[in-house]
């Protein structure tokens, strides 16, 4: 596997989070309505998902930090898996000139209210199932946030399918380092499927024969999360 990275964590750790009311609040209800990904999980009630996903910039500045890391080209061609509504390619097609991107996601109702600008770019898959594209065919794939959405087995075979149409390849995780971060992740996570240390990830990227970076986000308590 390549290099551990910083970049998406910067987002992270501005949202607060109480992790108990979230789990006090029928929690097993709202992960079933999550778990559909429709308005209500894009747009509807807080306790349903996002509470609102709407674009207001703030994926530039990690587009830009990709577009340093991998020293892209303009013309580079992008691709995103779990792209939602495609808000982090719109901020390569600003940055990169004449880049390519491409996105695909499980979700209808992010789709059909992606960014304009990208929307043409974005089609219907599951990361677990074999891409539409040729070997090597992109310059970097990116993947934030979708991956723990499936069971382990399904992971190794998303990881596989990345590791065959990209050059450079980047992920975002959900993990937990020690039992108050366990605790915190199983209290808020909504669609996580794989709840898994960083030394596990790493055993599981091994398995798949994943030799791209990662980033791994964990639920902090309150306190170390708005000191970091």
Not at 120 to 141: I, M, N, S, T
Not at 193 to 214: C, I, K, M, Q, V
Request: with cysteine; proline share 4%.
């Amino acid at each position: 596997m390549g290099r551990l990275l910083n970049i998406v964590n910067q987002l992270h750790r501005r949202t607060a989070r109480d992790y108990v009311g979230r789990m006090a609040d029928d929690k097993v209800h709202c992960s079933v309505v999550a778990r559909r990904f429709d308005r209500d999980y894009w747009d509807g009630d807080r306790r349903y998902g996002y509470g609102g996903y709407k674009y207001d910039g703030r994926w530039a500045v990690v587009a830009r930090q990709l577009i340093d890391t991998y020293k892209l080209k303009p013309g580079a061609k992008v691709l995103d898996i779990g792209c939602g509504r495609g808000f982090l390619l719109h901020e390569f097609t600003q940055l990169l000139p004449g880049c390519t991107v491409a996105g695909f996601d499980v979700s209808d109702y992010a789709l059909d209210t992606a960014k304009p600008e990208v929307k043409p770019f974005l089609f219907k898959h599951r990361a677990q199932d074999a891409l539409p594209f040729q070997d090597g065919e992109f310059d970097l794939v990116i993947s934030l946030n979708a991956l723990h959405n499936l069971p382990p087995q399904e992971v190794v075979t998303a990881l596989k399918e990345m590791e065959r149409v990209s050059t450079y390849k980047y992920l975002v995780v959900e993990t937990f380092k020690d039992a108050e971060e366990l605790f915190n992740l199983q209290c808020w996570a909504l669609t996580c499927e794989t709840f898994l240390r960083p030394e596990s990830w790493a055993w599981l990227y091994g398995l798949a024969g994943y030799t791209g970076d990662y980033e791994y986000i964990a639920f902090e308590p309150p306190a170390a999360a708005a000191a970091a």
